[in-house]
């Protein structure tokens, strides 16, 4: 067995399921090994962000490593922003990078691809990752490898592995797979009974559940410990989706601030004991708070620590609080009395599919007739009006990058998402967005996927227009994404109203084996509510603040 075999049976062995990849020739006999060795599928796509972004949505959607395999260089430097917005959303990206051999790095030469110096994209993942690992030596490279991919897992971050091109084929022993991190028993105790002593004392106690919660696979742990709380759950506006398929009778909803429910926005924010699980504390998630939340008076329990009030436990990983939680609260009694289930009602009733022009809040609508037709289907969402959009569509599936917040992500993440899974996505996708990404659409019917993709064509860039309404800058032109997608292997249809739209999902839904398009015209200036009520919060917000 060479390196490449050990490498690809440990990244097997810790979640892995496929490779997204663009070679280069620093990377050439890497691909080969990968391709010889079958151990994971390799799919290459068009555009290093788009490989970025598949392998994320894979990690993100599926759980366990996702993997990026680029050529040294112009091809890793592309991935840069797809492996950031993976560091900022806490999810386990594994970057494959080809790289020059000890003879070439020897010579002298400056090399093609090189920047300031050899190490550069090194320093450059330093600042990306976690950890990071240069396999020049194969007698260290088993144990790198399980100490970086490791280290992935545990942290639910990117992390970096350089493999030199005179390497993917040396000799190597098999890569060890190392003992899960123990917390000390004691400090997990005391911090499990602290929190439940907390809940029991508030009088007002909220759940909000956060990206980790579906990072380390624990929804359905989580959905127990709900139930058996007995208190308001929220998500927070990045962990939209999440325990939408779990049996959860007091989720109320996404937690939005001034931009969404008040019922359930007062909840949270008058709330004497929040409890934030896997929350990540982001100005997406709390800027547009009506009264800044003390978090003082927060249970937060992130990154692999837990703090309350000014109590922190350094080391209790997410996964060992659950268990440690649900051993204290058993099935039987409750936390505190069951609360009965407010049903928060939606922000704006569904208005029937007329043959008027479409909104964005009529795009929610429609896919919430199509997913009460045919079941629930995962939805990956890019950046722009569309992610506001997807908070009045009835809780299902969701990945979008809502704090790191970078367009481009949804076709690819689909991609990502139906190649980890086989599940087929609708993706929702601005005009300005899809301009950047939405070509990798080209590469789906080789590969066997088939998403259903509602392009927002409103010739702009609205969600910028919203805050610049005056600026010019923000203008494109109509593209005609329908004519485009039979030359990229799929169909196009052009809608400009409700009936059109309905009757395109549905024909959309009943068409497999090719992607299916749908560029909804939409007029400029005409938003969706909860960007409406973004805006607005963000203006009264700076008003405030201003004085
Ligand atoms: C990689 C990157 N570059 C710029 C920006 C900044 C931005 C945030 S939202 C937006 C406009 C989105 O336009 P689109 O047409 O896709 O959607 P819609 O609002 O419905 O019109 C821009 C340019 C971000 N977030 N990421
Ligand atoms: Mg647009």
Same mark, same amino acid.
């Given at each position: 067995?060479?390196?490449?075999? =050990? ?139 399980? =100490? ?345 249809? =052009? ?53």
């Amino acid at each position: 067995m060479n390196l490449t075999d =050990r490498l690809l049976q440990a990244l097997a062995e810790r979640g892995a399921t496929e490779i997204f990849g663009i070679p280069g020739d620093f990377a050439l006999p890497l691909f080969r090994e990968i391709e010889r060795s079958a151990t994971l599928p390799l799919y290459t796509l068009s555009h290093e962000p788009g490989v970025g972004f598949a392998a994320d949505a894979a990690a993100r959607y599926r759980g366990g490593l996702g993997v990026a395999a680029v050529t040294y260089g112009a091809g890793a430097f592309n991935l840069v922003n797809a492996v950031a917005g993976a560091y900022a959303e806490r999810v386990p990206l594994v970057v494959l990078s080809g790289a020059p051999a000890a003879h070439e790095a020897a010579s002298g030469l400056l090399l093609h691809h090189q920047v300031k110096t050899l190490d550069s994209q090194w320093r450059v993942f330093e600042e990306l990752t976690a950890d990071r690992a240069r396999l020049d030596d194969a007698r260290q490279a088993p144990q790198q490898i399980a =100490r970086v991919l490791d280290t992935a897992l545990r942290e639910s971050r990117p992390v970096y592995l350089e493999i030199p091109r005179d390497m993917p084929q040396r000799p190597c022993d098999e890569v060890p797979v190392t003992a899960p991190h123990e917390p000390d028993p004691q400090a997990l105790a005391a911090c499990a009974d602290e929190l439940l002593e907390r809940l029991r004392r508030a009088r007002r106690p909220v759940l909000m559940v956060g990206v980790e919660v579906r990072r380390y696979g624990l929804e359905a742990k989580v959905a127990t410990l709900a139930r058996r709380l007995g208190i308001p759950v929220v998500t927070s506006f990045m962990g939209r989706g999440l325990l939408a398929d779990a049996d959860v009778p007091l989720l109320r909803g996404t937690y939005l601030g001034l931009a969404g429910d008040p019922v359930l926005s007062q909840e949270v924010e008058t709330s004497d004991g929040l409890l934030l699980l896997g929350v990540i504390v982001s100005d997406t998630n709390f800027a547009v708070s009506a009264q800044r939340i003390d978090l003082r008076f927060a249970i937060q329990a992130l990154g692999g620590r837990v703090v309350m009030g000014h109590h922190v436990y350094p080391d209790v990983p997410l996964s060992r609080l659950i268990d440690a939680l649900l051993e204290r609260v058993p099935a039987t009694a409750p936390l505190v009395a069951p609360l009965r289930a407010l049903a928060t009602k939606g922000r704006h009733e569904p208005r029937r599919a007329e043959p008027s022009p479409v909104t964005p809040a009529d795009i929610a609508d429609a896919v919430n007739r199509l997913m009460q037709r045919h079941g629930p289907m995962p939805i990956a969402c890019d950046v722009g009006d569309c992610l506001f959009t997807a908070m009045d569509i009835d809780p299902t599936a969701l990945i979008a990058p809502g704090y790191y917040a970078t367009m481009g992500y949804g076709v690819p993440a689909a991609l990502g998402l139906q190649a980890a899974t086989g599940q087929r996505p609708i993706v929702l996708v601005g005009d300005g967005a899809f301009q950047m990404t939405g070509w990798e659409l080209g590469n789906a019917q080789r590969h066997g996927w088939d998403p259903i993709v509602i392009v927002f064509n409103n010739a702009g860039w609205e969600m910028l227009r919203a805050f610049e309404p005056e600026a010019r800058f923000n203008d494109l032109s109509a593209w005609d994404f329908a004519q485009m997608a039979p030359g990229m292997g799929g169909d196009g249809a =052009r809608v400009e109203d409700c009936v059109g739209l309905e009757a395109a999902l549905e024909r959309a839904w009943g068409t497999r084996g090719r992607f299916q398009l749908i560029d909804v015209r939409l007029a400029q200036r005409d938003c969706s509510p909860t960007l409406q009520r973004f805006v607005g919060a963000v203006r009264r917000l700076a008003k405030g603040a201003a004085g």
